[in-house]
């Protein structure tokens, strides 16, 4: 059984930055005579802003200029992201480490039996201008209907540990193979 993350996590530290997000209004609570709440604002935090969390050693929470809040380590960058009409949150994650083509086999086998037997991410390879083909893992949930604070903690908890997860098992799995 996995354990709830502590209050003072990343997580936490993520829904107080959340807060601040320059699109608010894409997150909202329900009550239950079912009318809607804002989420609620906190104090703003400017496109650029960059917040070291003093409890995760290693992590780096920012905003970029675009607006989208994303969480940085030395191996992979999560960006939280909503969509144009707001009723859909993506978690969406850059694995850091470029693979060649001829990886691709290995890797799709690999990405294959991670994808059926976990709900997310769901990873898959984007192959850039330069040949290098990266890794990019998607969690996503509709919000357009509302959703609780507490509902939405939860799954961004899951979702980020899951990504990091999913870095340690594929680094375990391309050890085991070029064994």
Known sequence: MTAHPPA???VTSFLCRLRCHDRPRAVRTMRQD???DAFPS?????PGTRRRDPGRAGHRAHHRREGDLAISTAHLTIFFLFGKEGDLFTVRTFYDRPYSVDDKPMLLTALNEWNADTMWPKVYTFTQDNGALRLVGDSQL???AGVTREHLSTVIAHWVRFSIKFYRWL??????ETD
Request: charge should be positive.
């Open 8 to 10: 003072g996590s990343v």
């Open 34 to 36: 079912g009318t809607r």
């Open 42 to 46: 906190g104090r703003p935090a400017g």
């Open 142 to 144: 509709y919000i357009g």
């Open 171 to 176: 680094t375990g799995r391309i050890a085991f």
